[in-house]
């Protein structure tokens, strides 16, 4: 049981780039989320989805797109990447009462 | 959307209680947490309560809710050097969580 894995760990992109960021959870929770955080501050929500084949846009939705492929596995992608959007990104994945967060994946937009 | 407030730093001596504060302004929130967060790492779930709780305790730590006054603490007791991280308050439920800014535990031996 692995619980939340998040790929890459670590991703350099230069501005106009575009990546998906990769989660998966074994919990087999229905709902899963993505955060980010940046440097002093607590997370933000961009997008979470309850369920497979549903998404809801969270905080801060803008320059990002997701999607559920299936009950596993929750994708963030950035377009056209912008400094503004190096950051930290967390999955979570919903147990019923708590939020269970994946390692991070660290972004960095030049 | 939730507003949840906490003070930036916190500074104890090794062996004393801490007791970090919160408030929030969404009375709605079904579940109130504590999370920590070492350098470069996650987050760790350290405990939460339900809103329609006043406190919570586990080992170490004891969770005070004031509904009235939409105040939050946690309170970690005898803190070892191992405390030392941010601790972040958040509310929500199924629909996401909302976080504070994070409290900085100092240690001093």
Redesign the interface.
Same mark, same amino acid.
């Given at each position: 049981n692995a619980g939340v894995t998040q790929t890459p760990k670590f991703q350099v992109l230069k501005t106009g780039q575009s990546m998906t960021l990769q989660c998966a959870q074994d919990m087999n929770h229905n709902?899963m #989320?993505w955060y980010r955080q940046d440097p002093?501050? !607590? @997370?933000? @929500?961009i997008y #979470?989805s309850?369920s497979e084949g549903t998404t809801?846009k !969270? %905080?801060v939705p803008n320059g990002y797109n997701v999607s559920r492929l299936n009950k596993r596995e929750f994708s963030l992608r950035l377009e056209s990447a912008a400094p503004s959007q190096t950051s930290v990104y967390?999955c979570a994945s919903?147990t019923g009462? %708590?939020? #269970?967060? !994946?390692? !991070?994946t660290r972004l960095t937009v030049t | 959307g939730e507003d949840v407030e906490q003070s930036l730093f916190l500074s104890v001596r090794e062996g004393d209680s801490s007791v970090i504060n919160c408030t929030y302004t969404d009375s709605s929130s079904t579940y109130l947490y504590w999370y920590k967060q070492e350098p470069g790492a996650g987050l760790q779930l350290l405990t939460y309560i339900f809103s329609n709780m006043d406190m919570k305790q586990d080992q170490r730590l004891t969770v005070l809710l004031n509904k009235k006054d939409k105040h939050l603490s946690l309170r970690i007791a005898d803190t070892q050097t191992g405390d030392s991280a941010i601790y972040f308050c958040s509310g929500g439920g199924a629909d996401g969580l909302t976080f504070g800014k994070g409290t900085h535990l100092i240690i001093q031996p």
């Amino acid at each position: 049981n692995a619980g939340v894995t998040q790929t890459p760990k670590f991703q350099v992109l230069k501005t106009g780039q575009s990546m998906t960021l990769q989660c998966a959870q074994d919990m087999n929770h229905n709902s899963m #989320y993505w955060y980010r955080q940046d440097p002093g501050m !607590g @997370l933000r @929500l961009i997008y #979470y989805s309850a369920s497979e084949g549903t998404t809801d846009k !969270g %905080e801060v939705p803008n320059g990002y797109n997701v999607s559920r492929l299936n009950k596993r596995e929750f994708s963030l992608r950035l377009e056209s990447a912008a400094p503004s959007q190096t950051s930290v990104y967390f999955c979570a994945s919903w147990t019923g009462n %708590e939020q #269970y967060f !994946g390692p !991070g994946t660290r972004l960095t937009v030049t | 959307g939730e507003d949840v407030e906490q003070s930036l730093f916190l500074s104890v001596r090794e062996g004393d209680s801490s007791v970090i504060n919160c408030t929030y302004t969404d009375s709605s929130s079904t579940y109130l947490y504590w999370y920590k967060q070492e350098p470069g790492a996650g987050l760790q779930l350290l405990t939460y309560i339900f809103s329609n709780m006043d406190m919570k305790q586990d080992q170490r730590l004891t969770v005070l809710l004031n509904k009235k006054d939409k105040h939050l603490s946690l309170r970690i007791a005898d803190t070892q050097t191992g405390d030392s991280a941010i601790y972040f308050c958040s509310g929500g439920g199924a629909d996401g969580l909302t976080f504070g800014k994070g409290t900085h535990l100092i240690i001093q031996p």
